[in-house]
Structure formats: structure tokens, C-alpha cells
């Protein structure tokens, strides 16, 4: 029982990429927290110790083999100097009782750009109030805002839902224009009767993938909440063709929700056409989430 129990844990974390959707969702929410799997490790060495059994103990370094050809990489520490643009994303949570200290923490940081999501009615001049004097530049449309050290041009929203939760811009860096997409996919839920329910947010990225392929611009930069990992293969349409500043130039999983204690990745920095020198997550905000950031090579 064991031994099978062990190939099952090494077959799905291998085949993760695979798997199909069926009823539920069930394949993304694998695949959410496919880091996680490493727990089946401890458990079924457990299980072969009180059972002595050799075979079934071997077996159970199975999973253990799979999940580090996995992740092994993404562990090693690959952050170096060199960065000659610092981008910072982070949903500021719409109920963040103090948007005033988490614009300061962010002007703080000392990026070129920063993209927010989950902006409110009441919370947006303070972002803007608190910003003004680093950033000169900003646009805010309707929950999502850009502020940034350089010029921003042909600012518009991307519709991907029938509100605005994604955003296009191009910053002009004394190193020529770079494309910045600010998104917010939608929500998904975890519901004992439906599952994990993802239709709503694969279909907005779905449109965010027709937008992308259309961009003129060879850099690009997309960053936000995606509500996903980048192990989700719903989110392909996005994730294909950019890399992931934190797989590439990170320590770690880098997780980034919930902020208490992050079990999930699911704000992202992407990008084509420039190298990641360097990514991270930043301290707590008063949010739900914490700010992901990355020094990029234009």
C-alpha cells in the first residue's frame, strides 16, 4: 500500500503538467500548491518505519527525488547585482487599514515602477498624496494604478473583464519604451459543492493572452495579481513565452499569500525581452498579500 501510495506522489508531481481539469477543477488546485507535495515525503517515510518495511521506506524517496528535480532550482539563491530598472507589484488589499504607512514602505523600496492593484475610492489619494514627491508620473484607472520615475505613454485599459482590472502602459526608461501590463485576474473559490472555481479568471486570461500577443513592443513586462501559480497550466495563455523573474533570479518560492503566512505564489513578475538580475518578496504591508519586486537588465 505504501509503495503504491509513494509511485502515486511521484507520478502526479511528474506528470503535474498533465493533468487534466476534471470535475472540480481539481488539476489547478493541484498544481497551486504542487510545493506543498513535499509533505507526502515525511509521511509515508512515517508510514514505512511503523510498518519496517525497506522497500515501502525506499519507495518513499520517490516523491522526494521528483520534487527536487522539480524545485531544487527554484531553492538556490540565483539574486545578483547589475539591476538597472526595480519594478514593484503588490495588492494593497481594497480593506488595508493603513494605506498611508504601505505607500510609504513602497516609495521605500525604491523602484521605477510601481503597479498596484485592489485600489479603492477612498484609499487612491493617499496613494496618490503619499507617492507625489518620487513619482511623478501615475495613472489609476478604476482599482489598478501605475507611479513612475519615468514617463508614462499610451496608457489604456486592457478589457479583460467588464470592469477595469488590467492595465497597459508603456514607460519610456532612458534605455528605450518597455510594455507594462498591470493586471488583477479574477477571483477564484474553493467551494465544497463546486470546487475550485476558475472559469471566471482562465477566460480573463485568456483575453490578457490576445492582448499580449498583439503588444508591438520586444520588451515587456506583466505583473500583478493573477490569482494563480505559474505551475497552473490554466494560465499558459499568459505564462508562455515570458519568464519568471522569480524562478530566474530569485531565492526561494518567493509566496506571497496570505501575508501571515504565505502558502501560494500568486503575484507574479513576468517578462520578455530583459534579464532578471534579482527578485523577492518585500515585508508585510498591512495587506493580504506582500510586494513582489525585481531588478530587471533592459
Not at 74 to 99: I, M, Q, W
Not at 191 to 204: E, K, M, Q
Request: hydrophobic content about 45%.
Amino acid at each position: 500500500m505504501i509503495v503504491a501510495l509513494a509511485a502515486g506522489c511521484a507520478l502526479l508531481m511528474a506528470l503535474h503538467g498533465h493533468l487534466p481539469e476534471g470535475p472540480g477543477n481539481l488539476g489547478s488546485l493541484f498544481q497551486t500548491f504542487l510545493p506543498w507535495t513535499v509533505l507526502s515525503v515525511p509521511a509515508l517515510l512515517a508510514a514505512a518505519l511503523v510498518r519496517r518495511s525497506r522497500p515501502a521506506m525506499a519507495a518513499a524517496l520517490a516523491p522526494a527525488v521528483v520534487w527536487g528535480c522539480l524545485f531544487a532550482g527554484t531553492l538556490a539563491d540565483k539574486r545578483s547585482g547589475g539591476g538597472e530598472f526595480t519594478v514593484v507589484s503588490h495588492n494593497v488589499d481594497e480593506n488595508n487599514p493603513d494605506p498611508a504607512k504601505t505607500a510609504r514602505a513602497l516609495a521605500a523600496s525604491g523602484a521605477d515602477l510601481l503597479a498596484l492593484q485592489e485600489l479603492s475610492a477612498a484609499s487612491t489619494p493617499v496613494y496618490e498624496r503619499e507617492l507625489a514627491a518620487r513619482y511623478p508620473y501615475r495613472s489609476v484607472h478604476l482599482g489598478i494604478g501605475l507611479w513612475s520615475k519615468h514617463p508614462l505613454t499610451g496608457v489604456e485599459p486592457v478589457p479583460i473583464m467588464p470592469w477595469t482590472r488590467a492595465v497597459r502602459a508603456a514607460v519610456d526608461t532612458p534605455r528605450g519604451p518597455v510594455a507594462v501590463y498591470a493586471v488583477h485576474l479574477a477571483s477564484v473559490r474553493v467551494s465544497p459543492v463546486a470546487g475550485f472555481t476558475t472559469w471566471h479568471r482562465n477566460d480573463s486570461a485568456g483575453k490578457l493572452a490576445d492582448a499580449l500577443r498583439a503588444e508591438p513592443l520586444p520588451r515587456v513586462l506583466v505583473v500583478g495579481d493573477f490569482n494563480g501559480t505559474a505551475e497552473d497550466t490554466a494560465l499558459r495563455p499568459v505564462t508562455s513565452g515570458f519568464r519568471s523573474a522569480q524562478r530566474e533570479s530569485g531565492a526561494g518560492f518567493g509566496l506571497t499569500w496570505p501575508a501571515a503566512f504565505p502558502v501560494v505564489r500568486i503575484d507574479q513578475i513576468l517578462l520578455k525581452g530583459m534579464t532578471p538580475v534579482s527578485a523577492r518578496t518585500l515585508p508585510a504591508t498591512g495587506s493580504d498579500h506582500l510586494p513582489v519586486a525585481a531588478s530587471l537588465r533592459l
